[in-house]
């Protein structure tokens, strides 16, 4: 019996930033964003939205009541947490109307949340087959306005419904992992932004990927060539193909291309969104398979890192007829509505933050699920 992921769908904010406007905001050389880091654009959010809003817009685009009935966890993988008790999975449960009788929670470490939420659930799905687990992966990258990390910037959810004989792929149960303590990025309690040696960051995960890739072929007895296609989280879509560059040497130039060529499918997404931490690896492999050369039967390859440091490497296997289940056209419609903002647009809304001061605020943000009113520091949202 196969165990995997049986639909998927992104969610991002109606916003977006194009990296030339930034570039010359900041006295910045364009190709250093299009070229050198690899975005061309960089979803923006709203003080009305957050991860339970993307979490739950990602959701609802794939729950039926049947699978309602049926789910026993919500997980959510989130750096963007926004209280340190309750969990953003009871409130997205709750909005989503997925039955009582289920487990609601969080899980954390910097961009692997979404892995460990993906491979808990394949482990609860495999002792319980008739059952469904759901994982979202919902961040919001932000580094501030003027800083190194502006342009790597992002937001969105990505939510998986794991089940027993999946449409989509199911899970090859070949995980290796890795882990380092390691300052190349932290958020300590009362920072609104991370702290970060960007340079250092790129280096760890390089190292952290060409490691767990020679104990991948050391423990899975797998070469490049039993790949499909490598997918990679991707902070800036730049950084994932250094990491697989590092490993070109051991290739013939053939193999080299049909990766390379496998990896530029599946940035077409990141590149229009920036980073959305958890989920990044996660729309990487929505990109690969709404826009890459796949067939059933082939092996994908994950890279999962979260800084700090915890990497996984894992695969999956597409399913017969998976592409009847792709929601190609959605996904890019999503994309090409958005509204693009201007730099001074942009400014004032990454500025503008929610009232922390207990009193009572309401706002006509008519998006599904958007908070409409904050009080007692309760966020309540749209139904
Ligand atoms: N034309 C084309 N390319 C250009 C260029 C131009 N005019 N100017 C510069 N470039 C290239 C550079 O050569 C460089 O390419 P390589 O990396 O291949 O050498 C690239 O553009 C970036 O240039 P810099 O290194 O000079 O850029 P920077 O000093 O501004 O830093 C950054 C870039 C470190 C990514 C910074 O944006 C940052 O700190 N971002 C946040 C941290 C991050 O994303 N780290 C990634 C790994 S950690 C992780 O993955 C977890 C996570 O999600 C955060």
Known sequence: MNIGIDKISFHVPNYYLDMTDL????ETDPNKFHIGLGQDQMAIIPETQDIVTLGASAAAKILTDEDKKNIDMVIVGTESSTDFS????????ELLEIQPFARSFEIKHACYGGTAALQ??????????????LVIAADIAKYGLNTGGEPTQGCGAVAMLVTKNPHLLAFNNDSVFYSEDVYDFWRPAGHDYPLVDGHMSNQVYIDSFTRIWEQNKKVNHTDSSDYAALTFHLPYTKMGRKALRAIFSEMSEEEQQRLEARYD????YSRQVGNLYTGSLYLGLMSLLDNGDLAAGDRIGLFSYGSGAVSEF?????MDDYKTYLSIEENQALLSSRQ???IDEYEAMFNKKLPTDGETYTFSDYTAYAINKISGDIRYYNK
Not at 265 to 268: I, M, S, T
Request: overall charge positive.
């Open 340 to 342: 693009q903002l201007s």
């Open 120 to 133: 808990q659930a394949n482990d609860y799905v495999t002792l319980h087959p008739d059952r469904k687990v």
């Open 314 to 318: 894992f695969s999956m296997t597409l």
């Open 86 to 93: 309750k969990s953003a999975s009871v409130i997205i449960h």
């Open 23 to 26: 570039a010359n905001a900041r």
């Open 265 to 268: 499918e599946a940035v077409v």
